[in-house]
């Protein structure tokens, strides 16, 4: 070719070759944006309040609103490319639709409270979040098969449990007792709360669910089928789809109940109380749910430790008192030390509200946390008592941790009257759990090695004491140092490592459900579900 036609060739090169460039060097969002707004009629208006890039005036304000754990919220967390903030159900549909053509990943985020930020922070250099903070719509029908309610996965359980009252003093709903953690997340990991014992878990009460799938189509329980809607309930969130809304059914609880706390130091035969209440607690009337908390404390400016046992009874004082006389006479418990009240307001004395006719249940309804501290969780089961002289080994241990301490939750009554397969939650036949827990305020790397590396020392001496092979741990305790070491990201083993802690051998059904629906994977998280590998499917 001579010079002439070399150069015609040179230039029509570099045209086609930078429009083609030019057509790739349109960002995520603006691939999301076009995609998106095909797929709605959604107004020009509208879309600025729903699609918000990095550069919208809201986007950290949004993102904001639902971080729970301030060790998230520096500049240094990953921040998604776009957030998605859908009003209508055919916002969520395109959203799934577009991410998954466009190849990015999808976090989901209801109420925000993960404990490790797995619904608003990822690794992947793009990721998007599809906020539901929109979603809080809440049906309740006393007059439905004895009470039921259809509730939006962004509502909180505050508002459930307030909408509830609103309508009856004497039903009730068991579920978690901090009132802005998110029904979405809640749910789908099992979730459980102080009536526990008498009416198993969350998941035990859900009979519906409308469901967000990963060609975008909705499915209620008849049309996803038995297999998915019993992954949804126990299974984990961000693994199957978005979850739009469960139906759950009501309880129905007493009009009066009692709440008492009772402290005791070390000094005090702290030790004595929590051995015996490990007989105790998982074997007394399901209608009483003992938790303790031990954790390192301070009194007379020396590092001890205290243990606190704070009781629902599903009934009242003198009722509780007279058992406890006869099966816990440890615990001295006395009338006085006994308050009565009804259910919601026991909802209120369980957020910390010590005179409980000074509060109106309207705080129910309050979206913004108290607090904004830096935390770390992790959990552990137990299945047999532990020793006086393990516990001892323990509190020696704990009395030189600062911010360090161990909220046991006894199992036991009704829980464990449903098979351990039944729903997707193994931990049924437990004696009780264990949340290991470390709170603080300051900022920064130093005071989180430090607070972390007390966690994990104890995490590391309750070893010998706890479930083996494997090491259980509950899902919406998530826990990202599960598994965090081995076989890179998103692989079948990694996932067998925390799949197994957390879901036993139901794990095995929720891998071939996770197969069947979302063989592409596009719903993922650090810890969702993983899919066969090829060779194994069939
Ligand atoms: C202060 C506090 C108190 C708590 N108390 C209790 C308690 O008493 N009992 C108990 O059982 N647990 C308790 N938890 C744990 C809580 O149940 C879990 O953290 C739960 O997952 C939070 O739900 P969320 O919607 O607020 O969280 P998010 O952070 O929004 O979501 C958690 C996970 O679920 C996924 N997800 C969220 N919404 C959906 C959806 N609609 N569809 C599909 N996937 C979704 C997310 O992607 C993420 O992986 C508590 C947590 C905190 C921070
Ligand atoms: C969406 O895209 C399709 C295919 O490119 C096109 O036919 C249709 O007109 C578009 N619809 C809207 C609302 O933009
Ligand atoms: C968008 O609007 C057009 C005309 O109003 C309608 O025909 C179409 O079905 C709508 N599409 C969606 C996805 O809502
Ligand atoms: C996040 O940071 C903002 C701004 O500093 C602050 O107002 C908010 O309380 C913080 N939230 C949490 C949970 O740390
Ligand atoms: C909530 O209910 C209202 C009133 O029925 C309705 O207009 C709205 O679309 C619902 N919101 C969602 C997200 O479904
Ligand atoms: C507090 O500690 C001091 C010094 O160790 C000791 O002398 C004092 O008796 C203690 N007081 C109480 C109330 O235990
Ligand atoms: C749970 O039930 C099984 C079988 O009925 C029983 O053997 C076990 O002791 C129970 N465990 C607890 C903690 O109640």
Not at 360 to 366: A, F, S, T
Not at 383 to 396: A, I, S, V
Request: charged letters at 25%; proline letters at 4%; one cysteine or more.
């Amino acid at each position: 070719m001579d010079n002439k036609t070399y150069l015609i060739f040179l230039l029509f090169f570099v045209t086609t070759y930078s429009s083609l460039r030019y057509a790739d060097s349109k960002t995520p969002f603006e691939n999301f944006l076009q995609c998106f707004k095909n797929k709605t009629n959604i107004s020009d208006k509208d879309l600025t309040d729903v699609v918000l890039p990095q550069t919208s005036v809201s986007f950290t304000t949004v993102l904001r609103a639902y971080i729970r754990n301030a060790r998230f919220n520096t500049t240094a967390t990953p921040k998604p490319t776009v957030i998605i903030v859908p009003r209508v159900e055919s916002h969520v549909q395109a959203t799934v639709i577009c991410t998954k053509t466009l190849n990015y990943q999808l976090k989901i985020r209801s109420g925000g409270h993960d404990y490790d930020g797995l619904s608003y922070i990822s690794s992947a250099a793009t990721f998007f979040v599809l906020d539901l903070s929109n979603f809080r719509n809440i049906t309740v029908d006393l007059n439905d098969d004895g009470g039921s309610a259809w509730v939006q996965t962004g509502a909180t359980l505050g508002e459930l449990f307030y909408r509830i009252w609103e309508k009856s003093e004497i039903h009730a709903f068991p579920a978690g007792v901090c009132p802005t953690v998110g029904v979405g997340g809640h749910v789908s990991g099992g979730g459980y709360g102080n009536m526990i014992r008498k009416f198993g878990l969350t998941i035990d009460h859900v009979v519906d669910a409308k469901i967000v799938v990963a060609n975008g189509e909705i499915r209620d329980r008849k049309t996803m089928g038995e297999d998915l809607f019993w992954a949804i309930r126990g299974g984990g969130g961000g693994s199957y789809g978005v979850v739009l809304g469960f139906k759950v059914k009501l309880v129905e609880v007493p009009k009066t109940v009692t709440v008492f706390r009772v402290d005791k130091y070390m000094d005090e035969n702290a030790l004595d109380m929590v051995y015996k209440w490990q007989f105790v607690a998982p074997r007394t009337d399901p209608g009483l749910f003992l938790r303790v908390l031990v954790s390192s404390a301070t009194k007379n400016k020396t590092l001890t430790v205290r243990a606190r046992l704070r009781a629902l009874y599903l009934g009242d004082a003198n009722d509780v008192v007279l058992k406890m006389a006869k099966e816990f006479p440890e615990m001295g418990l006395k009338k006085e030390d006994c308050k009565e009240m009804t259910w919601i307001q026991s909802m209120l004395w369980w957020m910390n509200h010590v005179d409980v006719d000074k509060v109106k249940p309207e705080i129910l309804l309050e979206r913004e946390p108290d607090s904004a501290k830096f935390v770390k969780r992790k959990s552990d089961y137990v299945e047999k008592e532990m020793t006086k002289r393990e516990l001892n080994r323990l509190f020696k241990k704990l009395a030189t941790l600062d911010r360090t301490g161990l909220v046991l939750n006894p199992y036991g009554g009704n829980l464990n009257a449903t098979a351990t397969d039944a729903t997707a939650f193994p931990h049924r036949n437990k004696l009780y759990k264990i949340q290991h827990s470390t709170t603080w305020s300051d900022a920064g790397p130093e005071a989180e090695r430090l607070y972390i590396g007390n966690l994990r020392t104890t995490y590391r001496i309750m070893t010998p004491f706890v479930s083996k092979n494997p090491r259980s741990s509950y899902l919406n305790y998530r826990d990202i140092d599960i598994g965090v070491n081995d076989h890179g990201v998103d692989s079948y083993r990694k996932g067998e490592i925390y799949g197994r802690k957390y879901f036993g051998d139901n794990f095995d059904r929720l891998v071939r459900v996770k197969t069947d629906v979302d063989p592409d994977n596009f719903f993922r998280n650090e810890q969702s579900i993983p899919t066969l590998p090829f060779n194994k499917r069939r």
